[in-house]
Nanobody, 124 residues
Framework: QVQLVESGGGLVQAGGSLSLSCAASGIRFSSYAMGWFRQAPGEEREFVALISRYSTVTRYADSVKGRFSISRDNAKNTVHLQMNSLKFEDTAVYYC?????????????????WGKGTPVTVFS
């Protein structure tokens, strides 16, 4: 019954920006930390950004720090990822995730639910 549905992926030129959204249903949204993960071809899924229940704490992978920003709207049951200064190496399928807290989610161990993913392709 828990559903996480991503949207906003697509093609974007290197240096450009893209915004991803995730709509959650079937859960008490504010009870969960949320995050974004990505998986590039031939690579394992990795954490990109995490946000605590009430947006007091965020955490970013070193590779995206300063370029990406995660946010959430508990009234709308949505979480977003604003991606700026995109690089070719950002190309991946991006997944929305819900979990217990950001510490346990970072390695995927604390993830309770996953979205199906939205692809992002960065070209030059």
């Amino acid at each position: 019954q828990v559903q996480l549905v991503e949207s906003g992926g697509g093609l974007v030129q290197a240096g450009g920006s893209l915004s991803l959204s995730c709509a959650a249903s079937g859960i008490r949204f504010s009870s969960y930390a949320m995050g974004w993960f990505r998986q590039a071809p031939g690579e394992e899924r990795e954490f990109v950004a995490l946000i605590s229940r009430y947006s007091t704490v965020t955490r970013y992978a070193d590779s995206v720090k300063g370029r990406f920003s995660i946010s959430r709207d508990n009234a709308k049951n949505t979480v977003h990822l604003q991606m700026n200064s995109l690089k070719f190496e950002d190309t991946a399928v991006y997944y929305c995730a819900a979990g217990d807290n950001i510490a346990t989610m970072q390695s995927s161990g604390g993830v309770y639910a996953w979205g199906k993913g939205t692809p992002v392709t960065v070209f030059s």
